[in-house]
């Protein structure tokens, strides 16, 4: 069993950075496609980034593309979402994903694990 945790969240003005860090439990953890989600009130899970076991092959949805980044540590078990340029938009409640199957990366079925999420709020 796996199991993921985020952390990083918190209320940022417009325009300023955070990053999110997804710790994975588990030795298969490295070998995993990881992703992060993201939630705002009244809306559906949407997809923000994704990476599989490489970090050659990555994927973002347009929205942030520029401004976000997606990373990893191996030898940590962590994966990082660098958000640079926030804006109001991009409150919600961002999840980690991970899982085996890279075939789908951007959708959230392709996923095994999920953490119980951070909250981000960038204020105008």
């Known amino acids: 069993q796996v199991q993921v945790v985020e952390s990083g969240g918190g209320l940022v003005q417009s325009g300023g950075s955070l990053r999110l860090s997804c710790v994975g439990s588990?030795?298969?953890?490295?070998?995993?496609?990881v992703a992060w989600f993201r939630q705002a009130p009244g809306k559906e899970r949407e997809f923000v980034a994704a990476?599989?076991?490489?970090?050659?092959?990555?994927h973002y949805t347009d929205s942030v593309k520029g401004r976000f980044t997606i990373s990893r540590d191996n030898g940590k078990n962590t994966v990082y979402l660098q958000m640079n340029s926030l804006k109001p938009e991009d409150t919600a409640v961002y999840y980690c994903?991970?899982?085996?199957?890279?075939?789908?990366?951007?959708?959230?079925?392709?996923?095994?694990?999920w953490g119980q999420g951070t909250q981000v709020t960038v204020s105008s």
């Open positions: 588990g030795r298969s953890f490295s070998m995993y496609a």
């Open positions: 990476m599989t076991w490489t970090e050659t092959n990555t």
């Open positions: 994903a991970a899982g085996p199957s890279a075939l789908n990366p951007m959708l959230s079925g392709n996923y095994d694990y």
